[in-house]
């Protein structure tokens, strides 16, 4: 597509609920990302794809978040158990290249609450 | 880990003066970007620069990589040019943001 399409745009869940996200990257760009951006804060990094592989999961806040990317395109993460402080902007970007660079492009963002 | 560090933390001009933005980082890294967040919460990419000075209309980016820093240049600022600020580094295949430098440009 055009750009990096995010679904839902809001999502509000009860506490202890799974949620879905969805991310669908710029065609063509092997390289996807996710990040999770709390009310007035900075970006905090949470994993990479290259293709459908995703080198460090290290950046996932616990074993509550995973993600997985299929036919080199569309991104889901996934949280269980959904807990308060997982409320914040969910941003998934793209790019052609791995690890920023030229064409890096974000997404507007999936706002979950959970209450 | 590596540290970033923005500064300064909040900056308040008028329409049409320039400012600098400041992005130190404490180790070698191995890619630098500019990104601007605007008021409505979109990010822009602003410049990819690991090294050297580009340039975009009033705007221009300096990252002196020996030195571990970068500068964002903005001149003859506008208000559409409010928002965050954010400089982002590559180590050890993780992206690490700094905590952005909000800049208001009032009328």
């Known amino acids: 597509g055009a750009g990096v399409s995010q679904s839902p745009s809001n999502k509000v869940t009860e506490k202890g609920k799974d949620v879905e996200l969805r991310c669908d990257p710029i065609s063509g760009h092997t390289a996807l990302y996710w990040y999770r951006q709390s009310l007035g804060q900075g970006l905090e990094f949470l994993i990479y794809?290259?293709?459908?592989?995703?080198?460090?999961k290290s950046g996932l806040p616990s074993d509550r978040f995973s993600a997985e990317r299929t036919g080199g395109s569309v991104s889901t993460l996934t949280i269980q158990r959904t807990q308060q402080e997982d409320s914040a902007v969910y941003l998934c970007?793209?790019?052609?290249?791995?690890?920023?660079?030229?064409?890096?492009?974000f997404g507007s963002g999936t706002r979950l609450t959970v209450v | 880990g590596i540290q970033v560090e923005q500064s300064p933390p909040d900056l308040i001009l008028q329409e049409g003066a320039n400012s600098t933005l400041r992005c130190n980082f404490s180790d070698s890294v191995n890619n630098l970007q500019w990104f601007h967040q605007n008021p409505w919460g979109q990010l822009i990419n602003l410049f990819y620069i690991p090294s050297g000075t580009k340039q975009n209309g009033r705007l221009s980016a300096t990252t002196v990589a020996t030195e571990r820093y970068s500068l964002l240049y903005i001149s003859s600022s506008q208000t559409t040019d409010s928002g965050v600020y954010f400089c982002a580094v590559v180590r050890d295949d993780k992206i690490i943001f700094g905590k952005g430098t909000r800049l208001h440009i009032l009328p």
């Open positions: 970007a793209s790019s052609s290249e791995g690890l920023l660079g030229y064409g890096y492009t």
């Open positions: 794809f290259q293709g459908n592989s995703a080198p460090d």
